[in-house]
């Protein structure tokens, strides 16, 4: 048993009642159905609710209503966080509805999709908010009984009292346990009395998916709504110069057409302000057809810009002058800059040892580079949001990965104190990181601001794939110095990207090595990056993972017992103290991927390829094994072993593990964005490339450390690793390297 | 603008909208059936699949005017609440990561199994391949297949 103490979260349990707001103001059905979950088979709506806190309502028959705090992308925490809350509130899962909760910074800790940090950053806050509101429909029951609280406890949704045999489900004192005072501490349940954490539950839309629910942001919809689309800019390095509507604004449907300014010119952006394309104009009309159609009319013309500055808000208030190159880009011009920019030497970020000396002794030097092309993140619900704005206040709702920083942006561009400013979140038809850049509730809230009506406005994928934002371009040479005896004595990493590094330096194989050095470079651009998927680490573990499998083999070791003897060294005696990960959870997954994948005993005749990889704060190994048929390689087989501490929704763990997999295949054999004068060469998926079904791994397994450690990351730590597991299986399989994604082309040549 | 009569779902329908209209904005703005979702607009990733007379189509470049008598069916259209063997066994499967793509999948894969019972690993690659699923559940997508077809 452990006891928390309430108060660091406090204001989550005050009994205020939950924002209803979005219901006063819009289509009341709209909402409900994007932001509740099917209803379990049988259960019947209560007539009245009672707000225990701001996690949960009891109904009066006992059904309880769970609020998941953080936005839903695909993750599944609409279902698990609401796991934790229900598992320490001690309540049938079957008796549990839940309900997206809105914005509300006051209530909840941290309303953000990223950074794998939903589930670890809120999973003391949510066993709390259960655990109190258990405690308080137990005190409720006891002072009813006249009975001390201590002999009270509860069972599935049931209250008890032994001595006594009284006994009485939840919804008897859900009116009660609403006033009781919040207790200063509660007791968390012992781990092993789980009984919702750590089994498979489905996840609560699932319904609603299947029969086509609205539960998606461009599902989202009012009476007298209005839709809008925007016209940006068609290459970087480029910005508006003039329009003409006039023939486009007698188009069937079509009410206005305007410019539009994303930011005031004296507003200090947020990291999430990212958008290369702040001045734009706007089509808005009656419907969606209508409003693309009046668009390909629209006659706007661009120019080039020289140079352009803004102010950036940096963490803890300092504000900085950013400046945009001018130019017009091209992929071309971007590899030789690199090339030329990777000859050179860099800023050093890490050094220990004598790197220098070491490779000047070496009997050999194994040096190889590694690059990685632009990728859009390409989520398959094109971006959208909606707003009502009003006089003095505004509504917005739709699909943000993060929803309480955007909420500050547009309430300084519109004027309106923050509290003016209601932000509701729906389901996301994925995000990838893309939706952490909300420019577009901006841009929203300017054109309902304009057109004194609620708006829904629409990206095209056109819009989306050539508008930013993307994951930049990564270049790395990797170097190992090898002694006589063929054993590694240096170790060096250069690594540098457009516009930034994807240098991790304080990771493994840091910490191993008594000779390191780790040194970054980076090239201006004025293409628009952002966090795409496990950022930098999706280029990092491909190369350095693929590095290390080459080494092995140099070396005549073989590449899981190289890599577990490099991880015993950083355990018992770590070179360096800023070394960010732990040596025994990563070798631990890596032991436990040579047993599943019977690497010992069954590799013969298979061509297999292993790689590990450590980042927000999780391990995980694999095995990937490729089969020729036809003369083509196939991945038929992949096998993960996961450390994520504790898995609180196995299934969909398993299902996020999978997802991660097919999906790094798929970065590291198709995905490229490349650029000409700076426009976008790809703009939609007929030129840009997702993996599909036929591509997909046969098989993929899944295993989880089991260990009691708090949860750690899963959405992004599977995705990394499999293109190394990839790029040196399909060396087994075909005897070449892989060193340039993607490994269709496998070249960064000219 | 052009009157049309459409039968989705079973159910007769009347828009007034341009003939160039594509049958998915039909859909969503005209007729408030969101579950055929906008994904590409150029037939490139599935999202939008609808059958016309039973054949899965991309309603994105199907014209509402080329519809003719033919016979819509939506993700709404298969059952009142779930109840398809498809639906079933994507629910046991629990497929969906972020769902978008999902209705464009089942709608495809009840073509599929429409026109082929029992499809080889091969039929069901080839079939849904103009499906993309960007949060990569492609292997439960052929398991709950699999599924449905042994229902």
Redesign the interface.
């Known amino acids: 048993m452990t006891l928390v103490k309430t108060t660091y979260n406090r204001r989550s349990f005050f009994k205020t009642s939950l924002a209803a707001g979005g219901g006063l103001l819009i289509g009341f059905n709209w909402l409900a159905s994007a932001c509740t979950s099917d209803t379990p088979k049988g259960l019947v709506i209560p007539d009245e609710w009672f707000d225990v806190n701001a996690y949960l309502k009891i109904g009066e028959n006992g059904v309880v209503t769970i609020l998941s705090p953080n936005p839903e992308i695909g993750q599944n925490v609409k279902t698990s966080m609401p796991m934790i809350v229900a598992e320490e509130l001690n309540v049938d899962w079957k008796n549990v509805i839940v309900e997206q909760a809105p914005l509300n910074t006051k209530k909840y800790t941290r309303q953000l999709a990223g950074g794998s940090d939903s589930i670890r950053t809120t999973w003391t806050a949510l066993r709390t908010a259960g655990a109190s509101a258990c405690y308080m429909l137990k005190k409720a029951a006891a002072d009813a009984w006249s009975v001390p609280v201590e002999e009270v406890t509860t069972e599935l949704g049931v209250i008890h009292h032994k001595g006594s045999g009284k006994k009485a489900g939840y919804g008897e004192f859900a009116s009660a346990a609403a006033a009781v005072p919040v207790p200063e501490e509660v007791e968390l349940k012992d781990l092993k009395d789980f009984r919702i954490v750590g089994n498979s539950q489905k996840n609560v839309d699932g319904l609603g998916i299947v029969t086509g629910k609205p539960l998606f942001g461009l599902d989202y919809k009012v009476d007298g709504m209005l839709t809008a689309m925007i016209v940006h800019p068609p290459a970087f390095g480029m910005t508006l110069k003039s329009f003409d509507a006039s023939d486009v604004k007698t188009m069937p449907g079509i009410k206005d057409v305007f410019a539009l300014k994303v930011y005031n010119d004296d507003y200090a952006r947020q990291w999430c302000d990212t958008s290369s394309f702040t001045e734009l104009v706007a089509v808005v009309g009656n419907s969606t057809w209508e409003v693309m159609m009046a668009k390909l009319m629209l006659n706007v013309e661009w120019e080039p810009f020289a140079e352009q500055k803004y102010a950036a808000a940096g963490w803890g208030g300092n504000t900085q002058d950013v400046t945009v190159p001018g130019g017009l880009e091209s992929t071309t011009e971007h590899k030789k800059k690199m090339i030329a920019e990777a000859a050179k030497s860099a800023r050093v970020v890490r050094k220990d040892g004598n790197p220098e000396e070491a490779f000047k002794k070496a009997a050999k030097i194994i040096e190889r580079t590694y690059t990685a092309p632009f990728l859009a993140h390409s989520p398959m619900e094109p971006m959208n949001f909606f707003a009502d704005v009003k006089e003095d206040s505004a509504v917005l709702v739709g699909p943000i990965q993060s929803p309480e920083y955007m909420a500050k942006t547009v309430a300084d561009r519109l004027g309106f104190p923050l509290e003016k400013v209601e932000v509701q979140m729906t389901r996301m038809g994925g995000g990838f990181g893309r939706r952490l850049y909300g420019h577009f509730m901006v841009e929203v809230a300017l054109i309902s601001q304009k057109m004194k009506a609620p708006v829904k406005l629409v990206y095209s994928r056109e819009d989306e794939m050539t508008a930013g934002i993307y994951r930049p371009m990564y270049h790395a040479i990797y170097r190992a110095a090898l002694d006589a005896d063929n054993k590694l004595t240096a170790f060096h990493v250069k690594m540098g990207g457009i516009p930034e590094s994807a240098l991790h330096a304080n990771r493994f194989p840091a910490g191993a090595l008594d000779n390191y050095l780790a040194e970054s470079w980076s090239i201006e651009s004025n293409i628009s990056v952002g966090a795409m998927r496990a950022p930098a680490s999706n280029f990092n573990a491909a190369a350095e993972q693929s590095f290390l499998d080459e080494l092995a083999e140099e070396m005549g070791v073989d590449p899981i017992q190289f890599r577990l003897d490099l991880l015993k060294r950083a355990q018992e005696n770590p070179v360096g103290e800023n070394n960010d990960y732990d040596a025994a959870r990563y070798a631990g997954v890596l032991e436990l991927v040579r047993e599943k994948s019977g690497w010992d005993t069954d590799s013969q005749g298979k061509h297999r390829g292993v790689s590990a990889y450590f980042c927000h704060r999780s391990y995980v190994a694999q095995v990937l094994d490729i089969v020729m048929e036809n003369g083509e390689p196939k991945v038929d087989h992949v096998y993960n072993a996961v450390d994520c501490g504790i898995v609180v929704n196995p299934d969909a763990a398993v299902n996020m593990t999978e997802g991660s997999v097919v999906d790094g295949i798929g970065t590291a054999m198709y995905g490229e964005l490349t650029f000409n004068n700076g426009e976008p060469e790809q703009s939609n998926f007929d030129g840009y490339r997702l993996i599909r079904h036929a591509e997909a791994p046969r098989k993929i397994d899944v295993a989880f450390v089991e260990n009691k450690i708090h949860p750690t990351g899963l959405g992004e730590p599977p995705y990394p690793p499999v293109m190394a597991a990839l790029a040196n299986a399909l060396y087994k399989a075909t005897g070449t390297r892989y060193y340039h994604q993607p490994f269709v082309k496998n070249t960064f040549e000219v | 603008?052009t009157i049309f009569n459409l039968k989705i779902n079973k159910k007769e329908y009347q828009v007034d909208?341009?003939p160039?209209?594509?049958v998915l904005?039909v859909l969503?703005?005209?007729l408030?059936?969101?579950?055929?979702?906008?994904?590409?607009?150029?037939a490139?990733?599935g999202?939008c699949t609808i059958h016309l007379d039973g054949k899965a189509v991309r309603s994105c470049i199907t014209f509402v005017d080329s519809v003719g008598d033919k016979e819509i069916t939506?993700?709404?259209g298969?059952?009142e609440?779930?109840e398809h063997p498809v639906?079933k066994a994507?629910?046991e499967h629990?497929?969906?990561?972020?769902?978008?793509?999902?209705?464009g999948q089942?709608m495809s894969a009840v073509a599929l199994l429409n026109e082929n019972p029992n499809p080889s690993?091969e039929e069901?690659?080839?079939a849904?391949?103009?499906?993309?699923?960007?949060?990569?559940?492609?292997?439960?997508?052929?398991a709950a297949i699999k599924t449905a077809v042994n229902s």
């Open positions: 603008m909208v341009d160039s209209t594509p904005w969503r703005d005209h408030d059936l969101m579950g055929t979702k906008f994904g590409c607009g150029m490139q990733c999202a939506t993700i709404e298969l059952s609440n779930g639906q994507w629910l629990d497929v969906p990561q972020c769902g978008y793509c999902q209705s089942i690993d069901i690659e080839t849904m391949n103009g499906n993309i699923c960007r949060c990569g559940t492609y292997t439960r997508i052929k």
